[in-house]
Structure formats: C-alpha cells, structure tokens
Nanobody
C-alpha cells in the first residue's frame, strides 16, 4: 500500500522559511516523479513544483520560482520542499504527490497517481 506523509508545515512570519518533507512507502521511490501542490481556502489546488525520479529535472510555478527549492533523497525515500521568503499568499495546505512516469515533470495534478494527506502552512504578517 502506497503512503505519502507530509511533515514540516507550521506557522511562520512573512519572510521566514519552512522545509516540508514527504516520506514515501510502498513504492519504488526512484521510479516516480514527485510533485508538490497546494490548496488555499476557497481556491483550487495548484501546482507548486515537481522533480523527476532521478532528481535531475525540476519545474516550478512562476509564483514560487527563486524562493522554493524541490529536492529528493532516493536513498531515504523522501522528497523535500525548501520554502524561503514566504509570503501570506503562500498560505495553504501543501500536498505531495507521486507520478509513476518517472522521467517527466508534469505540472498537472491529473498526472499523479498517489497523494498525501497534506500539511498546513500559514504565513502571517
């Protein structure tokens, strides 16, 4: 049974940093591209970042480019999202997701086969 568990969310002030982790089990982690998505209250889920199975390719939403960094450690079956210079508009529930097509970095949520339960990130003034 595939499980994705996000940790690292919390409350931070504007300009602060957080590091999210996504621990995966029940799958061959390196065979999956991984992604981060987020959903704010009253809004649709949106793409944040994605990384290929080897970690050699990544892609970011324009809204987070230059502030967020996605990475993965295949030996630990874990993906990360380093979030710096956080803004109030980054407030959302953040979800990690796994795409069994390891070579692509797809920003579309429909491409992902498995999802975590989410972790809340709140950025306040």
């Amino acid at each position: 049974q595939v499980q994705l568990v996000e940790t690292g969310g919390g409350s931070v002030q504007v300009g602060g940093s957080l590091r999210l982790s996504c621990a995966a089990s029940g799958l061959t982690f390196s065979n999956y591209a991984m992604g981060w998505f987020r959903q704010a209250p009253g809004r649709e889920r949106e793409f944040v970042a994605t990384i290929t199975g080897t970690g050699g390719g990544s892609r970011y939403a324009d809204s987070v480019k230059g502030r967020f960094t996605i990475s993965r450690d295949n030996a630990k079956n874990t993906m990360y999202l380093q979030m710096n210079s956080l803004k109030p508009e980054d407030t959302a529930v953040y979800y990690c997701a796994a795409d069994r097509t390891s070579w692509r970095s797809n920003p579309n949520s429909y491409a992902y086969n498995y999802w975590g339960q989410g972790t809340q990130v709140t950025v306040s003034l």
